[in-house]
């Protein structure tokens, strides 16, 4: 089984800076950059690391998602954004479990022993908005214990096989996490998680504005409720 390690970047020179260190690099057999037309550098920085790029056809990280699986040929993905939300080491979690043969895994924030930059805070709209999320699609299409505490956690890692019984031709732009969770509990792929702590953004600003993120999750909901 080969495994490759997915980097989606937009502008993240001086966060990739930051982190490409704490990369275990070792665990996988590849790592590719899918890159939303960054302009400060950031394809520059990881092509200089001898580090494979490409471009997005679709915008948003479904497009990120969409350019990802037609560019590579490995068997299983880990997708990571290198932010500093995300904490690194968690990929020998992550390559543990695929090689245990899971399928579809994330790591997740809000469960047990799991921490979101929230929990710190008396209100927490984000956190529980993902979890309310999370709770409605399991209720709705959950079966055989089949469940999501972190339906928006962009850190997960995929079987190819298992992400084509999903059937996603072209990702929305901003929901495509929440339609991975979706579909996977309308096939019946399995999702497993481990608990994670997030981190704080190192530089710069979330390109995943929460008001706009969350209608469009609502109406990816609606979409496949009908469908």
């Not at 924030?109 to 999320?133: A, I």
Request: some cysteine; overall charge positive; hydrophobic content about 35%.
């Amino acid at each position: 089984m080969k495994i490759a390690l997915i980097i989606f970047t937009k502008n993240e020179r001086r966060n990739s800076e930051k982190i490409f260190g704490r990369i275990p690099k070792n665990l996988v057999d590849k790592i590719y950059v899918i890159d939303a037309n960054s302009s400060d550098g950031t394809q520059e920085f990881w092509k200089s690391k001898g580090i494979e790029v490409f471009p997005q056809k679709y915008k948003g990280v479904g497009g990120a998602y969409e350019s990802a699986w037609r560019n590579t040929k490995e068997d299983t993905l880990i997708f990571f954004h290198p932010d500093g939300n995300m904490e690194p080491y968690d990929l020998k979690k992550f390559v543990k479990l695929l090689k245990e043969g899971f399928e579809f895994i994330i790591a997740g924030r809000m469960g047990k022993d799991g921490y979101n930059e929230e929990d710190d805070q008396l209100l927490k709209p984000r956190k529980w908005f993902c979890q309310g999320m999370g709770l409605i699609a399991t209720i709705v299409w959950g079966r055989g214990g089949n469940k999501c505490t972190d339906p928006t956690q962009g850190y997960r890692a995929f079987a190819r096989k298992a992400y084509e019984k999903l059937r996603i031709k072209i990702p929305p732009p901003n929901a495509s996490d929440y339609q991975q969770i979706i579909r996977a509990l309308k096939t019946g792929v399995k999702i497993t998680e481990f608990p994670t702590k997030e981190g704080k953004r190192v530089y710069g600003k979330s390109t995943f504005p929460s008001l706009k993120t969350g209608l469009d999750q609502l109406k990816l909901f609606y979409q496949e409720l009908i469908a």
